[in-house]
């Protein structure tokens, strides 16, 4: 079975400075795709980025940036110039390729402080 | 539209009460899911449909009982629950597996079980 791990609780970070979020795994699989999902007070999960499995390259949207190291099973997220709008907790998810089922870690808390 | 809308956001119920989350997309995504989560928590999930046919039931009790009618539309009808149901229930859709399966969420709904 697979296991996501996120390490860090709670994070925070000065508004327009930069913060990483870990996230590791373990999967005996060769495909698959990982994701990270923002969960903002208002309940609804978001998806931030998505990585696949197969892409040696990282994945970035906007100030948002993935290192994807496979050998490691690690899956960290860069959140730059950080923004008020950023604060919620971030799940980081794992699905096999030809399987619907997502795997989620237990989430960071990330405040943002003005 | 890039949206999942479930209805209602907030339900309080009777552990001898029926009633039926909903959950609508018009994504023409052919996979729905139903996700549970307690707080400070992450997601759990109870059912995925996959082209309307029940593809993963995650062991939940017989008191859930999902119903997919239509390839948008996606019900979880409950029945004698206990108080420890109390959680945030969110609908999430996407394409079937193996075709980039990034998920999308509704608000969820709020039930509380009294």
């Known amino acids: 079975a697979q296991t996501v791990t996120q390490s860090q609780p709670e994070m925070s970070v000065q508004e327009a400075e930069t913060v990483t979020l870990s996230c590791t795994y373990d999967t005996s699989e060769s495909d698959y795709y990982l994701f990270w999902y923002k969960q903002p007070p208002s309940r609804q999960m978001i998806l931030v980025i998505r990585q696949e499995a197969y892409k040696q390259q990282n994945a970035t949207e906007n100030r948002f940036s993935v290192n994807f190291q496979k050998a490691a099973k690690s899956f960290s997220l860069k959140i730059s110039d950080s923004q008020l709008g950023d604060a919620a907790m971030y799940f980081c998810a794992y699905a096999n390729f030809g399987n619907e089922k997502l795997t989620f870690g237990t989430g960071t808390r990330l405040t943002i402080i003005p | 539209d890039t949206e999942v809308t479930q209805t209602p956001k907030h339900l309080v119920m009777g552990m001898t009460n029926k009633k039926s989350l909903k959950c609508e997309q018009h994504?023409?995504?052919?996979?729905m899911y139903w996700y549970k989560q307690k707080a400070k928590k992450p997601p759990e999930l109870m059912f995925v449909y996959s082209y309307e046919k029940l593809s993963i039931n995650e062991s939940v009790p017989s008191r859930f009982s999902p119903e997919c009618p239509n390839s948008s539309l996606l019900n979880l009808h409950l029945h004698a629950l206990q108080p420890e149901d109390s959680a945030l229930y969110l609908c999430a859709s996407s394409h079937p597996a193996g075709r980039g399966i990034e998920a999308f969420f509704g608000q969820g709904t709020r039930l509380t079980v009294v």
């Open positions: 994504m023409g995504h052919r996979a």
